[in-house]
């Protein structure tokens, strides 16, 4: 059986790293193999490309630079990491995915949507994540208190905002694939609507596995 995909989407400081370590810690502790990861940079040429993207020295790159870069991170990430885990059956847990290149590349960059889709799809093959949870908070409450930001997070309010509402209708368009939580809640109370529908799904799954298994010759 095929892993699980799970990924963790959202702006900047509203604690997705957290609520990533908290469902890994979950896991593990029920016996569930499980792979916490994120992009950009979680693979040697991925560490590359996040330094360029995010670190402030870059200066201005163009947008269409910027979002083939994120790409090409993808593209890797997925054969060296994503891929490889769950065709070990392990629980994949991903902060940041597609929907970030779409929300920042192209509703923050305002580049044309479809194209950034139509690159993000080639870049992943079109792989989509079993789970999406979007942790949603006004932006101005979230990366508008990080100290030091990064080129990304330094990027402007209007850049945040254009983000955040690409974000939210992206969820409304396909609402049975997105867990969508207010940030602003306590981690807590997130980690448990998370792990409970993650627990929805492996038993999903597991009935299907099942099901199949019964219909063999």
């Known amino acids: 059986m095929t892993g699980l995909f799970v990924v963790f989407e959202g702006g900047d400081g509203v604690g997705k790293s957290t609520q990533c370590r908290l469902l890994e810690q979950w896991a593990r502790q029920r016996g569930l193999p499980a792979r916490l990861t994120f992009e950009p940079g979680d693979t040697a040429a991925g560490q590359m490309i996040r330094r360029i993207v995010l670190d402030p020295a870059t200066g201005d790159l163009d947008p269409r630079a910027e979002a083939l870069l994120y790409a090409a991170d993808k593209a890797h990430h997925l054969h060296e990491v994503v891929r490889p885990a769950l065709l070990r059956g392990e629980l994949v847990i991903c902060d940041r995915y597609v929907d970030s290149m779409l929300a920042y590349q192209g509703a923050g960059r305002v580049l044309d949507l479809a194209e950034v889709t139509e690159i993000a799809r080639w870049a992943t093959d079109g792989l989509l994540p079993d789970l999406t949870v979007l942790l949603d908070l006004e932006p101005e409450r979230a990366v508008g208190t990080i100290a030091e930001p990064d080129r990304l997070e330094g990027a402007g309010a209007e850049f945040h905002d254009r983000a955040r509402r690409l974000f939210l209708q992206l969820a409304a368009r396909d609402a049975g694939r997105y867990l969508v939580l207010p940030a602003r809640e306590s981690p807590e109370w997130i980690a448990g609507r998370v792990q409970r529908?993650?627990?929805?799904?492996?038993?999903?799954?597991?009935?299907?596995s099942a099901a199949a298994g019964r219909i063999q010759p």
């Open 197 to 208: 529908r993650v627990k929805e799904l492996i038993a999903e799954r597991a009935e299907l």
